[in-house]
């Protein structure tokens, strides 16, 4: 089984910057690509950003330009570097890597985020 746990949520202030980490366990040989989402109470979950296993990277319109995901393969690491934030940024932040051949996936309990002056 594989395990993802985020760390690294809490609360900023309009404009200011958190970045959360991602870390990956359990019976993987390899770390295949990650994305990040987040749900907001109320919406839907959001896709955010995606990054390959050879460190290519996709975002959101909602994000791109702000957020920047990265990955230490060495480690079992993601990252989600969050700047610039806005209150609408506020949500419960969600890791994933899917499973290869199947269209489920491995999620991680979330972090909250809560952008608020």
């Known amino acids: 089984q594989v395990q993802l746990v985020e760390s690294g949520g809490g609360l900023v202030q309009p404009g200011g910057s958190l970045r959360l980490s991602c870390a990956v366990s359990?019976?993987?040989?390899?770390?295949?690509?990650i994305d990040w989402f987040r749900q907001a109470p109320g919406k839907q979950r959001e896709w955010l950003a995606t990054?390959?296993?050879?460190?290519?990277?996709n975002y959101s319109d909602s994000v791109k330009g702000r957020f920047t995901i990265s990955r230490d393969n060495a480690k079992k690491m993601v990252y989600l570097q969050m700047n610039s934030l806005k209150t609408e940024d506020s949500a419960v932040y969600y890791c994933?890597?899917?499973?290869?051949?199947?269209?489920?996936?491995?999620w991680g309990q979330g972090t909250q985020v809560t952008v608020s002056s």
């Open positions: 994933r890597m899917g499973i290869p051949d199947s269209r489920l996936a491995y």
């Open positions: 359990g019976s993987i040989f390899s770390l295949d690509a």
């Open positions: 990054i390959g296993n050879a460190g290519s990277t």
